[in-house]
């Protein structure tokens, strides 16, 4: 069976910055990742490199920013009042803190506090790297119907409910 639309799909994974070779996760000594293959579950470059796999193939790819989490944006870089974040105990340069907002919750990462005016960036903090993956196909099967109709897997590796 290979890897197309709707096939539930577990992968091994290596993942490093592909300048630095930096390794920022990595399936290793843990469970392997589970996902619904054609539901953007992974990011889109990777989903592209895994079509037409199979168990046991092995792959090494490399995903340019635009393919993975996406470009760095000045845009999501933003300036607001220290009052903003009333209730926290501290606000430090390096915390990352959810906001609520029109589009839903968002994650940030507060990078500079100056007086009563905080910098928070709203990129992804893999946003602007290019990434290389290490994978090796573990296992391919058929989704169910109510996996496709969620667009996500159940049981091991996915969502208990
Ligand atoms: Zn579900």
């Known amino acids: 069976m290979t890897i197309a639309q709707h096939k539930v799909v577990t992968i091994h994974y290596k993942v490093s910055d ?6 920022i996760d990595s399936s290793e000594n843990a469970e392997p990742m589970t996902y619904l293959h054609g539901a953007q579950n992974i990011i889109p470059g990777l989903e592209q490199a895994l079509e037409g796999k199979a168990v046991g193939d092995e792959l090494e790819v490399v995903v340019e920013a635009a393919e993975a989490y996406g470009e760095r944006s000045d845009d999501r870089i933003q300036q607001v009042p220290m009052e903003a974040f009333q209730g926290m105990e501290k606000v430090e340069p390096g915390m990352a803190v959810t906001a609520q907002t029109d589009q839903g919750q968002i994650n940030l990462v ?3 506090v100056n007086g009563d005016m905080v910098t928070v960036d709203a990129n992804h903090p893999l946003a602007g ?6 994978v090796t196909v573990e296992d391919v099967r058929d989704a169910s119907e109510e996996e496709m109709a969620h667009g996500h897997v159940h049981g091991p590796g996915g969502h208990e409910h």
Do not use: H
């Not at 592909?18 to 390794?23: H, K, R």
């Not at 790297?129 to 290490?134: P, Y």
């Open 18 to 23: 592909s300048e630095s070779d930096e390794v």
């Open 110 to 112: 507060i990078t500079e």
């Open 129 to 134: 790297k290019s990434l290389k993956f290490e």
